[in-house]
């Protein structure tokens, strides 16, 4: 009961840190709440009875990604923008309130035909040994693919850093 309060919690915490990074028209608090959620996605993960996913989540996005976000909006010094990239009328804050009515309705009506069985748990879910061994034996190709592309990535981003240079 507590879980299901909490996961609730999380998810309207969640959905809220998500809307204030997209809307915001500061990057370095749109980036800030990014941070959040992924920390509030992290949280999730442990309620799932997922630690090595939590982990992976706090090390890789918070980690990695976030500090690079922060790196580049220092490095290109980007202010405060004039201009929202959504401008808010009564009507369209009126529509944005019915689609998520929408949705919530969907959801509820989704969950009540899908309805999975009480304590349902997959056996080992979000554990290292289950990760490695999917990625290994049924997604090799893509996490090969993947790992190719930031390679290729990084070349590219070498390359157009040379070519400023020589200018």
Do not use: W
Request: glycine residues 6%.
């Amino acid at each position: 009961m507590i879980g299901t309060v909490l996961m609730y919690i999380l998810s309207v915490l969640l959905i809220l840190s998500y809307l204030y990074a997209i809307l915001s028209t500061n990057p370095l608090y749109s980036t800030l709440s990014m941070g959040v959620s992924f920390f509030l996605t992290a949280f999730v993960f442990i309620l799932l009875d997922a630690p090595f996913l939590a982990a992976v989540q706090i090390i890789v996005y918070v980690g990695a990604m976030l500090i690079l976000f922060l790196f580049v909006i220092m490095m290109f010094n980007l202010r405060k923008s004039d201009h929202a990239f959504i401008k808010f009328k009564s009507a369209s804050i009126a529509s944005y309130l019915i689609i998520m009515l929408i949705a919530v309705i969907g959801f509820y009506m989704a969950r009540a035909v899908f309805k999975m069985p009480e304590g349902f748990v997959i056996s080992g879910f979000g554990s290292a040994q289950n990760i490695g061994f999917s990625l290994l034996k049924y997604y090799l190709l893509p996490f090969e693919l993947a790992s190719f592309v930031l390679l290729v990535g990084i070349f590219g981003a070498l390359t157009f850093i040379k070519k400023k240079r020589d200018q």
